[in-house]
C-alpha cells in the first residue's frame, strides 16, 4: 500500500530563512508520480511539482527547489529567502499509475503548516 | 478556463438530511476525483472516475454515500442520510488522465456542516 509521511507538523521561521519540508513516501510500484501542493489560508489547494519516479533530477522554480532521491524514498521542498506570503500549508502526494495506465488517485501526506513570521 | 467549480462553497444542513455536492471539472479533462479533508484524517480519496466511468471507490466512508459522473462535464456527490460525523470540507478535482498521471487541479471545495 502507498504512503505518504511528512514528519513535521508546523514549523515556524522568520523571514527570509530558508526552510526544507520533508516528505518520505512508500510504494511497491516502480512507477509512480509524485507532487506537492501547497494549500493558503483561504482553502483551496495548490498545485507545485509533479515528478515522475524515473526522473531524479532536481528542480528548481524561483525561491522553490525539489530534492527527489530514490534511494531515500525522499521528495523534499525547500523555499529559499522566505515570505510571509509563503505561510500556507504544505502537502506531499503519492499517485500510483492507475491499472488502466491512466490517472490514479492521490494519497496525501497530513501536510506540513509552514509559519513565516515577518 | 474557470478551472473546476464546485457548489455550493458552504453547506449547512440537519443531520438526517439529504445534500448534494456539485462538480464541474476542467473542459478536456477525463479524470475527476472526490477528496474529503477533516482535521483527523487529512486529505482522503473518496473515488474517481475515468472517461465517466467509476473507477476506486474503496475511499466512501459507506452506503450513505454515493457519487455519479453522468457526462465528462458534471458529477455529483450525494450523502443520504448525512450525519454530524460528515462535516468536512469536500474537494473536487480533475485532471488530463492520459498515461503519466496529470497534475490535478482542485476546486474550491465545499465546507459540510451537518448539524
Known amino acids: 500500500a502507498q504512503k505518504v509521511t511528512q514528519a513535521q507538523t508546523e514549523i515556524s521561521v522568520v523571514e527570509k530563512e530558508d526552510v526544507t519540508l520533508d516528505c518520505v513516501y512508500e510504494t511497491r510500484d516502480t512507477t509512480y508520480y509524485l507532487f506537492w501542493y501547497k494549500q493558503p489560508p483561504s482553502g483551496e489547494l495548490v498545485f507545485l511539482i509533479r515528478?515522475?519516479?524515473?526522473?531524479?533530477q532536481n528542480e528548481i522554480s524561483g525561491r522553490y527547489s525539489w530534492n527527489f532521491q530514490k534511494s531515500t524514498s525522499s521528495f523534499n521542498f525547500t523555499i529559499t529567502a522566505s515570505q510571509v506570503v509563503d505561510s500556507a500549508v504544505y502537502f506531499c502526494a503519492l499517485s500510483e499509475l492507475g491499472s488502466g495506465g491512466g490517472a490514479d488517485g492521490l494519497t496525501f501526506g497530513k501536510g506540513t503548516h509552514l509559519i513565516i513570521q515577518p | 478556463d474557470a478551472g473546476v467549480i464546485q457548489s455550493p462553497r458552504h453547506e449547512v444542513t440537519e443531520m438526517g438530511q439529504e445534500v448534494t455536492l456539485r462538480c464541474k471539472p476542467i473542459s478536456g479533462h477525463n479524470s475527476l476525483f472526490w477528496y474529503r479533508q477533516t482535521m483527523m484524517r487529512g486529505l482522503e480519496l473518496l473515488i474517481y472516475?475515468?472517461?465517466?466511468?467509476?473507477?476506486?471507490d474503496s475511499g466512501m466512508p459507506e452506503d450513505r454515500f454515493s457519487a455519479k459522473m453522468p457526462n465528462a462535464s458534471f458529477s455529483t456527490l450525494k450523502i443520504q442520510p448525512s450525519e454530524p460525523r460528515d462535516s468536512a470540507v469536500y474537494f473536487c478535482?480533475?485532471?488530463?488522465?492520459?498515461?503519466?498521471?496529470?497534475?490535478?487541479?482542485f476546486g474550491q471545495g465545499t465546507r459540510l456542516t451537518v448539524v
Open positions: 472516475f475515468n472517461n465517466n466511468v467509476p473507477i476506486d
Open positions: 515528478r515522475n519516479s524515473f526522473d531524479e
Open positions: 478535482a480533475s485532471s488530463w488522465g492520459g498515461v503519466g498521471n496529470a497534475e490535478a487541479f
